[in-house]
């Protein structure tokens, strides 16, 4: 699946790729879509190379793009990258080639085609028409099922159905986004009624997010071999939840108002194509769990359905700033470890005939490994508040507090490869109104 | 609130709007998006009229409509009725108010703007971004909840939260497109493991839709003597259910798969302008039930939230269309029996600043009354299939059936008005891939 696109000794006349931390080598080259900030003009999809965008637009103007990757240049004249990942696997292939070539040492340098990223205000990569959430850490599932049902953690179901629900589409916002704490219905296990008031519980939740590419027609299921073909690329997903409001509301139809105040998305979609050299067997399943039903288990996506790519969230609190200390890590997990493939949820999503469309979101659910350092959510890590975090400077945190800004990292490390990054996802809590 | 476009001596020069049966007389004028079926040009805007529709282009190309009325055409030159809803309720009303002008008798006669109902194909008439589905029937809440919890039917939140969940925007579809049998996961309760296997226990939902006009911004909610200036109108929705998928999947995350394989909206869109005359006070909590939170709480919803709306469900199936017999009537429910008013969905909603916006579609849950004629669901009219449903040539029913058409239709009759309906929300069940 590899080709020179992946060759960990291509540089690029772009400095700034070439430094050993960059998450944007050229052995990466995400897509996103960028606004200028002092120009009034409309989106623009572009190519993430170290600290710089390559504007695709302007590429394919000075006609250094052609054939096939000249076609896929089109569709990035658009304010998301849907009609890209509409196209297909052979356009992205082509114009990742393309933009690899133009910006390898030895080309001509253009500096022309490119914009300091930190210049550019950078947007949710595609219009989503459908924001679909999955559960499928079985870590996760069984931390919180746990905290409710400390006997019988795991529900039957969830060793055969990769579990997910409908997210809320409107709501989800670009890396940078302030997130205001959401007022909902509280009620305290004492009292006899709710309350209305700012949620206390504030959390985050560590996701990948899978952007779909070419969907499915109504009434037409995607065959497990074939799910890869309509993933477009990941991102990173911080899937905030108000668990206070959660644990009053959800029963009977699932979480609804303590999601759907905001969802952050890292802005580069870093490619199936580029994540190639990172792929690896998907969970091994512990001796007698339940195989998947057929429509769920083919032979490849057993040995190379898992992505190598560690995951981490850190947090700047307020005083962490004001007092010119660093964010501090509170999580370093892998995404490896989850019990279902990203080829398993969008197949199970299609199965019953719910057509996918380019640009719709499908996150992993939260990320969390088996050792406390892994957990993905600070309901976790925390036990629901039973066992604190101690910060430096001497701050504790049980849940988010106003102020606190979350920052997710990935990255896909391998003997012989170039790393890649995904940058960040990031956002700052803001009071309630 | 009513204005003489509500006259019920207004009579119209399109003859089949004066038929005593005619759900879209001139005192309604419901908006719709219509394509040509023989000419392969862009969707357009139109007005229902007796059993024809009014092109809003083409009149407003014939200088027929001035100043706000015509600014609120143009946004009608669209695909969607999005740019319509985005400009709120002066717009609205102005258009409504000069298409009454134009079609009123004594106006001339203008047959060239109109064209024949049944030669048009008839569209959803949103891009829907989000859907989102309540359970604002306290009686079907009730009734489910009753068969999985004999002893304990209702869940402690019910009276204090518009209980809603996420549903899936892509799989909504317009009155008439067959809907196929979902595959999923089935689960035998004496079984060890599921199967994946066509539907068994597939069920519809009679509910009604909310369309919304403008939105809100991200964080900021919206206050309950403000909701309806957020709903542009209502259609009458069918929720489609597969409820042997929903029992395996539902635990902990809510309905998803079950749902997601098709949801039918009827295509005409009520406005909340014509239905003014309609409106009737809140459902009465008996006594002893929790007042709703003051977030949730308003005079004037309380005095004029509800909606003198009759829904009704038939069903038609192989035999009796191949025998040449009607429909025959399962359902006939009030919506005024709700237990939460639409203001009341729309303000929960976006409470938790969850931004709202033009053409997204809040359906109401199904809606059940009291009474076993007046159950919403099959589910809830043959107890889960303990009570089979006996129709006409000796068919009986305990769940949809392959080849049964179901047809939803909703009226509103008051006297002193003149009737207005919503048209017909209709599908056929196709067998299962």
């Not at 990173?236 to 409001?245: E, Y």
């Not at 981490?312 to 890590?329: D, F, L, Q, S």
């Not at 049980?398 to 990292?409: N, Y």
Request: charged fraction near 25%; hydrophobic fraction near 40%; proline fraction near 9%.
């Amino acid at each position: 699946m590899t080709n020179d696109t992946h060759d960990p000794a291509l540089t690029s006349w772009v400095a700034s790729a070439e430094r050993p931390e960059a998450d944007f080598p050229i052995q990466n080259l995400p897509f996103g879509v960028f606004r200028h900030p002092d120009r009034d003009e409309m989106p623009r999809v572009g190519v993430a190379i170290g600290d710089r965008i390559l504007d695709v637009t302007a590429a394919r103007q000075a006609e250094l793009l052609g054939g096939t990757a000249a076609r896929a240049a089109e569709a990035c004249e658009a304010p998301s990258l849907n009609p890209l990942m509409a196209l297909g696997r052979e356009h992205w292939r082509a114009l990742r080639a393309a933009v690899s070539r133009l910006l390898r040492s030895g080309s001509p340098q253009r500096d022309d085609l490119l914009l300091p990223m930190e210049a550019a205000q950078l947007l949710v990569p595609a219009d989503i028409g459908d924001y679909s959430d999955f559960y499928a850490s079985v870590h996760h599932a069984t931390n919180v099922g746990g905290m409710f049902r400390p006997d019988n953690p795991l529900l039957p179901n969830y060793k055969h159905v990769p579990i997910g629900y409908h997210g809320r589409a409107s709501s989800v916002v670009p890396s940078g986004t302030p997130v205001r704490r959401p007022r909902g219905q509280l009620k305290d296990p004492a009292a006899d009624a709710p309350i209305f008031a700012p949620a206390r519980l504030l959390d985050y939740e560590l996701e990948v997010g899978a952007f779909v590419g070419p969907g499915n027609p109504l009434g037409r299921p995607i065959p497990i071999g074939e799910a890869e073909d309509h993933i477009f690329g990941l991102c990173l997903v911080n899937d905030w939840s108000a668990r206070d409001i959660q644990t009053w509301e959800y029963q009977p139809l699932g979480p609804f108002l303590a999601k759907s105040f905001a969802t952050t998305v890292s802005p580069w979609v870093v490619t199936l194509e580029a994540l190639a050299p990172f792929r690896s067997p998907a969970y091994a399943r512990p001796a007698g769990d339940p195989a998947p039903l057929p429509y769920l288990e083919s032979a490849r996506d057993r040995e190379h359905g898992g992505f190598d790519l560690t995951l981490e969230v850190w947090i700047r609190t307020r005083a962490m700033r004001e007092g010119g200390k660093p964010p501090v890590r509170l999580t370093r997990g892998a995404f490896a470890g989850m019990y279902w493939t990203l080829a398993q949820m969008l197949t199970h999503h299609a199965s019953n005939g719910c057509n996918l469309r380019p640009g719709d979101l499908i996150a992993s659910g939260t990320v969390s490994g088996e050792t406390k350092d892994s957990r993905g959510s600070m309901l976790e890590l925390t036990w629901r508040g039973a066992e604190p975090i101690e910060l430096p400077g001497g701050e504790t945190r049980k849940f988010l507090q106003d102020g606190d800004e979350v920052i997710m990292r990935g990255a896909c490390e391998r003997p012989g490869a170039r790393r890649i990054g995904f940058g960040e996802c990031r956002g700052e809590v803001l009071p309630a109104l």
